[in-house]
């Protein structure tokens, strides 16, 4: 039976979660950079995890191939999510990746054949009104914001996917292995991306001040530590805990963005990378139907008494 300790933890995590996009706003390092290091760190990671724990880490090769290509997916995401950070604001990214919810009610469907569910049509509904209000609030951001609903579109499509594969595989090793297939995708689309991609500039795998701070919290804290322990907490909280509570990602990743600009504007914190997070009123009502639509899902489903395959949050943003 989960104990308080275990829902504060369960938020701690989705805190941690939040916290990303944020790190990919202090990084120096661009996107593809980026998200190379962070798999790299967080595959070494899993890899000693699942070494500690004598868990079997061996798969027929065809089943190891399906894991590597959706880590390319998983890449392809976390670069477009962190190119959208950098591209918009933190809360413009956040208000775009909160559309998940919307992509998944249309890709599950498709690719697990199942029946389109009213109640989810009415949600996308309000989630694109919501969508709307914030690309009419925030037009000097748009190509951030179509960015981060992009990047929201990939998370869902390798969420549904993760939901076939995670009764095959254990999480841990699910997620090593993707881990490993994003950091090898990565490595081999880097003669290309150095080429076209950079402007002439080549690879600037270098960290710079702070950098090796930032990564470590990213690839150790956020993805090791935040993974490990949510599989941990999922053995005493219902999925339907867990996935309502990582609902919650975007509320506190916008209010993070939100106080570190209300701390660099009073002049206690140096942040200028956090400028433009002050937004309009429009935003804020767009963000809050997006939200609203994304946290009702659940509960209406739940209501419903409509069975849902559980999306094994194994990879956070």
Known sequence: MPLLRDYLKLHFIVL???????????????????????????????????????????????????????????????????????????????????????????????????????????????????????????????????????????????????????????????TFYEMLGACLSIALFFPVYSRYFTQGRGLQLAWHGYDWLWLGLLAGVCTVYAFSTSVELMKRISPFAVNLTINLEPVYGIGMAAGIYWLHTKGLLHAPQFNGERMSTGFYIGTLLIVLSVLIHPLVARLMKDKEPDLEPAMPV
């Open 16 to 174: 941690l979660w939040g916290f990303t996009a944020i790190l990919g706003k202090l990084l120096s390092l661009p996107s593809v950079e980026l998200v190379f290091w962070r798999t790299l760190l967080a595959s070494t990671g899993l890899a000693v995890l699942l070494v500690a724990r004598r868990m079997p880490w061996r798969i027929p090769a065809g089943q190891a191939l399906r894991l590597l290509a959706v880590g390319a997916l998983v890449a392809t995401h976390w670069i477009t999510f962190f190119l959208a950070a950098r591209l918009s604001s933190v809360s413009v990214c956040l208000a775009g990746l909160a559309t998940l919810a919307l992509w998944t009610s249309l890709l599950e469907p498709l690719l697990l054949w199942r029946r389109v569910r009213g109640y989810e049509v009415g949600l996308g509904l309000i989630t694109m009104a919501g969508l709307y209000l914030v690309s009419q609030a925030e037009l000097d951001q748009l190509l951030g914001l179509g960015v981060a609903v992009l990047s929201a579109g990939l998370s869902a499509l390798f969420s549904v996917l993760n939901s076939k594969l995670v009764k095959q595989h254990p999480p841990l090793r699910l």
